[in-house]
């Protein structure tokens, strides 16, 4: 509505002279129009106090936000509490966000954000516990990596030449148990053997099932280092026990946990036993291996990688590469192409361990040789003599790094191009030296742009004997069985923390795949960003299912559980294709309370096709919420919207808010969040530079915002 105002002019210059006072003129101004609008959407109370709570008691009306916005107490924090009373994060409650390089929770800052809202009687939206996007999938590629074993340089003390031929010449099966063979193709190694023990029904003591090995020579005061790789079917128990110790059931930090005990545990996955001995009674001793704890049980031990042997005896292999996995160092140099390099932040490493060395390039160069790294080998190779190389190597983009011998003129021996990929990979290469001043290992970097790591490098000369690699890759039903413990970890952290004031979860989110809307998303076939990680290509169809059943278990009894997805109201058959899915996980015995649908849509979608998403969702009997709702300007950026589009904005806002109340019936309505209270910044990651809000950026109320609170107002009868 406009206004008129009296506004008093004082024209001093046009009085008279002789006049000691002056009279001043009145004008009637009339009020610019916008800013006479901007007042009467200023006049609105909180959109929160429209919510009738007599007659819609449980409706909760939400907003996203940061946890930094809520836990600062700022502008943000304060609009959230005066206009809604519920809150969800984007990001920070997300695998993500919590999860750490080891696979521990960082739950502070949840537990921080649970007490600002405990605060200010607004309750808190879980979001999100499943979802293939947001996770730490460095931590969950780490957990199903193969697993990369090199044996010890130095000669095996231990006579596995009988086992290799697949008998057991010189051991002795004390406990037979249900049978102790040596099996082909099931040792770590593609097509290598293992020893299969088998316990019987009923075993229940360590010696029930019993391997013994031949006899080992020793050397007084030397200290011996047994390396054991085994694996079983089920969860199990075992121990090394000797003859010829003081002690010959020692207490043994099996697994460097940190903490010794008397036995260790097995499972699905190669386990390493790694431990040393010293207190020798003779010349000799024998190793016991003592599985008998638990009936029914198949024990795998492989048998290339059954090692013994002396710490301080002659090495068969010498990495000519000092600090080759990069824990202490690195003692490489380099230059060129404004690279920058050195040694990485721990778990930063090859599997997400350790260490390792990076070389950032900003851009390729016009030589290949323009950017390098350098180690100084510290004597000359043997001139005639073949030397091997090996490491694995990933990059942040895909390129050419060159590795070369070179002498202090710059001649060389190259080892060839290898190839960078985005996922690590092992690199095997050699080349043979043909002067006898190469002392130096360089490696190239012009082809490359983006950052290169590198890490357990060896190389040394190809007439040494020991050191061999084998790589264990994992079978589907490792990688179900790891990836499903990993998502128990994840949600019983979470839910442990929340538990006490959050009472409603995105559980699973975004499951269905947009051009095959009746199918599970996949990460199969994809190049990954590096926080993809799709559960359901590892645990199956019933991941869903899983995780259902987790956040029954580990939450409260009554929390209220969704599934989530985009884009249902711009594809019906999506929306089918995720209410058949629910149905699905029901069947499959877990309880599925409602369905979220996200609703990022803009100006010119379909409201035919929103009305029938509703009608949809609505014959599912379930809890609907719109869980994520921003509505944008069809592509226009804020700089150029007019006021004719904001009121386009407005009326989409009020129609998707009119229709949920017309469509979904009362039961079933959990509520709605708005996903971007604010239009979204230039330099945001979601939706940039798009007037989606119903404040602008510097917090001003847009027209939007009255046409939701006329359809609050006009819903809550």
Request: aromatic letters at 10%; charged letters at 20%; glycine letters at 8%.
């Amino acid at each position: 509505m406009n206004k008129l105002y009296k506004i008093a002019l004082g024209l001093t210059s046009l009085l008279a002279t002789s006049c000691s006072t002056y009279e001043p003129l009145e004008f009637d101004v009339q009020k610019p129009e916008s800013i006479a609008l901007q007042e009467d959407i200023d006049a609105y109370p909180a959109l929160k106090s429209y919510i009738n709570r007599s007659a819609h008691p449980n409706f909760k009306f939400g907003v996203a936000l940061s946890l930094n916005d809520y836990v600062n107490k700022g502008v943000m924090y304060r609009l959230a509490n005066k206009n809604f009373d519920e809150i969800a994060l984007g990001y920070e409650m997300k695998h993500g966000a919590v999860v750490q390089a080891d696979g521990s929770l960082a739950l502070d800052n949840v537990s921080k954000l649970l007490a600002a809202a405990k605060e200010n009687n607004i309750s808190v939206y879980g979001h999100t516990l499943c979802w293939h996007a947001n996770q730490n999938a460095n931590y969950l590629k780490g957990l199903i990596a193969p697993l990369t074993v090199t044996a010890p340089s130095f000669p095996n003390e231990l006579n596995i030449s009988a086992l290799q031929s697949g008998v057991f010449t010189g051991w002795n099966i004390t406990n037979n148990g249900a049978g102790i063979s040596v099996t082909n193709s099931t040792g770590m190694g593609t097509g290598t053997k293992a020893i299969k023990l088998t316990t019987a029904t009923g075993s229940s003591s360590a010696t029930a099932l019993q391997l013994v090995s031949p006899s080992i020579n020793v050397v007084a005061g030397h200290k011996y280092e047994v390396v054991c790789y085994i694996k079983s079917d089920i969860v199990g128990e075992g121990r090394i026990s000797f003859e010829g110790l003081s002690n010959n059931t020692p207490q043994v930090d099996w697994m460097k946990t940190g903490k010794a005990s008397a036995t260790f545990t097995t499972g699905v996955s190669w386990k390493e036993i790694r431990f040393q001995v010293s207190d020798f009674t003779g010349t000799s001793i024998k190793l016991n291996f003592d599985l008998g704890y638990k009936p029914n049980v198949n024990y795998y031990i492989d048998i290339n990688n059954l090692y013994v042997y002396d710490t301080q005896g002659t090495a068969a292999v010498v990495n000519l590469v000092t600090n080759g996995d990069f824990e202490t160092g690195s003692g490489w140099g380099g230059y060129g192409g404004n690279s920058s390099r050195g040694v990485s932040a721990d778990g930063l490493g090859y599997n997400n361990k350790g260490k390792a060395f990076f070389v950032t390039m900003p851009a390729k160069t016009t030589n290949y040789w323009d950017a390098q790294t350098a180690l100084d080998l510290g004597k000359n190779l043997a001139n005639g003599e073949s030397y091997s190389l090996s490491f694995w190597v990933k990059g942040t983009a895909e390129g050419i790094i060159r590795p070369e011998l070179q002498s202090p003129s710059y001649a060389s021996n190259g080892f060839g191009q290898i190839a960078v990929t985005k996922e690590w990979k092992l690199v095997d290469v050699s080349t043979t030296v043909t002067a006898a001043d190469r002392n130096k290992l360089v490696i190239s970097y012009g082809e490359f742009a983006g950052t290169v790591y590198i890490d357990n490098v060896v190389l040394k000369s190809s007439k040494a004997t020991g050191g061999a690699v084998t790589i264990a890759e994992k079978s589907v039903v490792e990688k179900n069985t790891l990836i499903t413990n990993a998502l128990d970890k994840w949600m019983s952290g979470m839910l442990a923390v929340s538990k006490p004031y959050v009472k409603a979860w995105d559980v699973v989110n975004e499951p269905m795949d947009d051009g095959k809307p009746y199918e599970l998303k996949t990460g199969v076939g994809r190049t990954l960003v590096a926080d993809e990680f799709y559960w359901q290509d590892y645990m199956g169809k019933d991941y869903a299912v899983t995780a259902f059943q987790l956040a029954r278990k580990y939450g409260n009894a009554g929390d209220i559980l969704f599934i989530n997805d985009y884009n249902l109201e711009y594809s019906l058959d999506k929306c089918r294709g995720l209410i058949a899915y629910t149905s699905y996980i029901e069947g499959k015995g877990a309880k599925v309370d409602g369905i979220g649908t996200q609703m990022h849509i803009d100006i010119k979608s379909d409201k035919a096709k929103i009305a029938e998403m509703f009608k949809l969702l609505a014959a599912t009997g379930k809890l609907i919420k719109i869980s994520e709702l921003d509505i944008g300007l069809g592509g226009v950026k804020t700089a150029n919207a007019t006021q004719e589009q904001y009121k386009e904005q407005a009326e989409m806002y009020k129609y998707v808010i009119d229709k949920y109340f017309e469509l979904i019936p009362a039961a079933q309505r959990y509520g709605i969040t708005l996903w971007s209270p604010l239009d979204s910044p230039a330099n945001s990651s979601w939706r940039a530079d798009d007037p989606i809000g119903l404040w602008t950026q510097q917090y001003v109320r847009k027209v939007a915002y009255s046409y939701v609170a006329e359809s609050i107002k006009a819903n809550m009868k």
